[in-house]
T-cell receptor, first 109, second 115 residues
Framework: KNEVEQSPQNLTAQEGEFITINCSYS?????LHWLQQHPGGGIVSLFMLSSGKKKHGRLIATINIQEKHSSLHITASHPRDSAVYIC???????????WGAGTKLIIKP | DTGVSQDPRHKITKRGQNVTFRCDPISEHNRLYWYRQTLGQGPEFLTY????????KSRLLSDRFSAERPKGSFSTLEIQRTEQGDSAMYLC?????????????FGPGTRLTVL
């Protein structure tokens, strides 16, 4: 079993829909990172959080440390949001990022 | 500062050749990370540096791989005797490592194709 699991693996939605991507992890962590990867490889950090909730524009990230679960939400989705969204966690014991496999999101106009 | 840069962006080589990639982190970032990403997978950690010291290496990093950060600024990743399985995107990231939260900023990657 992978230490970081994301769901769904693929998600196709219509423009304007509310999007939720989930991340569960099985190890003790110091922080969780949501990142966005566009075709061609560019990776952009969206959020890093260790508790509660963060919001930036149409993106919202939440984390529940007790349940070892985080969600990334996109409100009023737009085709430009199409990308792979990756959840990665910092383990308690070292500085390594443990990555999920990513969720490929396609927003259709 | 324009962010993390990597050179080259693309590299095509024949099996058995040596290749070297360079990463220039954001200035004054003391941590530098190398990752490898194959198609359809998330990035895999390879190694990281705190200043010039290489503090951790993944088991994925075979003896053919070596990384350096001689002056605590830019870093190089060398792959000797390349194999077709080395074909991947090699990503570099840097961070300022302030406290427990360590936002990593990624470069554009170097795409390696081994023929």
């Amino acid at each position: 079993k992978n230490e970081v699991e994301q769901s769904p693996q693929n998600l196709t939605a219509q423009e304007g829909e509310f999007i939720t991507i989930n991340c569960s992890y099985s190890v003790g962590i110091s922080a969780l990172h949501w990142l966005q990867q566009h075709p061609g490889g560019g990776i952009v950090s969206l959020f890093m959080l260790s508790s509660g909730k963060k919001k930036h524009g149409r993106l919202i990230a939440t984390i529940n440390i007790q349940e070892k679960h985080s969600s990334l939400h996109i409100t009023a989705s737009h085709p430009r949001d199409s990308a792979v969204y990756i959840c990665a966690v910092y383990m308690d014991s070292n500085y390594q990022l443990i990555w999920g496999a990513g969720t490929k999101l396609i927003i259709k106009p | 500062d324009t962010g993390v840069s990597q050179d080259p962006r693309h590299k095509i080589t024949k099996r058995g050749q040596n290749v070297t990639f360079r990463c220039d982190p954001i200035s004054e970032h003391n941590r530098l990370y190398w990752y490898r990403q194959t198609l359809g997978q998330g990035p895999e950690f390879l190694t990281y540096f705190q200043n010039e010291a290489q503090l951790e290496k993944s088991r994925l990093l075979s003896d053919r791989f070596s990384a350096e950060r001689p002056k605590g600024s830019f870093s190089t990743l060398e792959i000797q005797r390349t194999e077709q399985g080395d074909s991947a995107m090699y990503l570099c990231a840097s961070s300022a490592a302030q406290g427990a939260l360590d936002t990593q900023y990624f470069g554009p990657g170097t795409r390696l194709t081994v023929l």
